[in-house]
């Protein structure tokens, strides 16, 4: 049974952080609801029920002085009841690169993983949890314009990929000590395009000397062909006398996330069905008089084909399908991505052990709503004001934005609504000559690079029936006891190296260390 909220466990974690400074928190959790493209090409359709996660980092440095973010975290969770299996996606990790050091990202993020891994913790009831992430190194994400501020200092592709598998390691080392003895945990990571040795000697040399190494083993790979962990997708089920491995759908095997290059090629692989490209649909049958009569009748055969996967889905395996993301423009583009995950298996107990939990769990629906959580809408807005309506470029326009956003957030729970801000245009001359009219509204700020979204899918179908629990509202109960939180950090500064994987590269020093140089005497000779 979970004891402690998100919200707590992060500034747990933060607490322990060296320098003088006052973190507050923002935590926004959704409720969960129906997600039926999790995996869009398993037949049946795999249910899943999703639920978003923002966090958002202030800091301030001196009583005196404004807040200002320094972090903000986008992460996705899936509970698949059918398999009693997770996944934590990490999507985003951004900094602003305006905050004091060390920057407290890789403790913020660490929490985030711990709180999840550990099944004391771990707010969904499953047996198995993945947490998965995909490493791609950019100016910025979801704080606009702070790649402008001069302060960041972007990690690159090598090194964001050796950052990630520094974090991962941590977490696995931290939880080797809280899971039972028969649990199973397990680590891959994969660079397309890079062999094992070159992929192990890149991370090894971008890696800082004062961090230890790996204290868990790595496997240089993907997690889809190994059988200790069940996946969270059930196999494809057909009818009896199929063959089930020539009818092997590698949809089962690979989620589909959102802004994921996985999500897309294999969007392109469902669509192909010859060397030519595409087929046209198949041309039908011309009506006859007779009706039902002179229909065919249906033969396993015809049962086959309509039970396969589109396009190669079945004929591409695992292996083939990471051997050709090694080729995909995302990967070769100049650029080195990463792809990360983690494992963890608990065996299950048996009923007489354990029976109270079995019923437990079986009476509670994971679409019921907990204390604390808040409505999607309310997570989207605030991205969408994030992205939209403020701007990171410099110090005073972050704590400008850092303003806006905190205030937002809690105007929520008080139930006003956001109004837009005016838009102030300077006057014109009289002389001016008219402007163009624009065909388009062009956003007030640049958003983040990102690549272009997943074609539509045929096979989509929406949820055949609704949520039957209502979307909370928020209130300020739930905004002081949930959503916001604040820590006091004082201790003193120590020599370290801490990188942000968007954000300043910066270097913490305490006070120099005083040798005191003594003259030696010069003994006398003995006459």
Known sequence: MVTTNLRDALLNGLKALPGTREFYLHVLVSSPRKHASLYPYSQPRCRSYLQDILILLSEQKTPDSPRIFVTVIEACVYNIPTTSSGILYISKVDSTGQGSSPSPTATLV????????????????????????????????????????????????????????RVYSDVATEMKSRLPEN???????????????????????????TTPHDTYTWTYGHPYTQTDIPLPCPPDKHGPGTDVTALRNLGTFIPSFDDDPKSRFMDEIAYITDKEGIKSPPRKRARTTSGAADKAPETDATKNEAGKPPGELGKV??????????????????????????????????????????????????????????????????????????????????????????????????????????????????????????????????????????????????????????????TLETYHSFIYGSICVRHAATNQNTTDPNGARETVTSAPQVTVLTARKKKKRAE
């Open 110 to 165: 660490k929490s985030l993983l711990l709180y999840y891994a550990d099944p004391v913790t771990r707010p969904i009831t499953v047996d198995h949890l993945w947490i998965q992430l995909f490493a791609r190194a950019q100016n910025q994400y979801l704080f606009p314009n702070s790649a402008e501020f001069s302060g960041k200092r972007p990690l690159s592709d090598v090194r964001l990929c050796g950052w990630w598998k």
């Open 183 to 209: 649990a199973i945990l397990k680590l891959y990571y994969l660079i397309p395009g890079y062999s094992q040795l070159e992929a192990d000697h890149s991370l090894k040399i971008t890696a800082s000397t």
């Open 317 to 474: 395996t695992p292996d083939e399908f990471w051997e050709r993301m090694s080729f995909r423009q995302e990967c070769v583009a100049g650029a080195a991505t990463g792809f990360f995950t983690m494992g963890i298996s608990i065996p299950v107990q048996s009923e007489g052990n354990n029976g109270e939990a079995e019923s437990t769990r079986s009476s509670v629906s994971p679409l019921a709503p907990q204390a604390g959580q808040v409505s999607s809408n309310m997570n989207k807005r605030v991205i969408a004001s994030l992205m939209n309506a403020v701007e990171f470029s410099t110090a005073e326009r972050a704590i400008l934005a850092t303003e806006t956003i905190e205030n937002a957030i809690k105007g929520l729970c008080e139930g006003i609504t956001l109004v837009p801000a005016p838009v102030i245009q300077a006057p014109r001359p009289r002389n001016a000559k008219p402007e163009r009219p624009q065909t388009h509204d062009a956003p007030a700020f640049l958003e983040p690079p990102r690549t272009p979204p997943p074609r539509n899918r045929e096979v989509s179908l929406p949820d055949i029936s609704p949520n039957p629990f209502p979307e909370p509202e928020p």
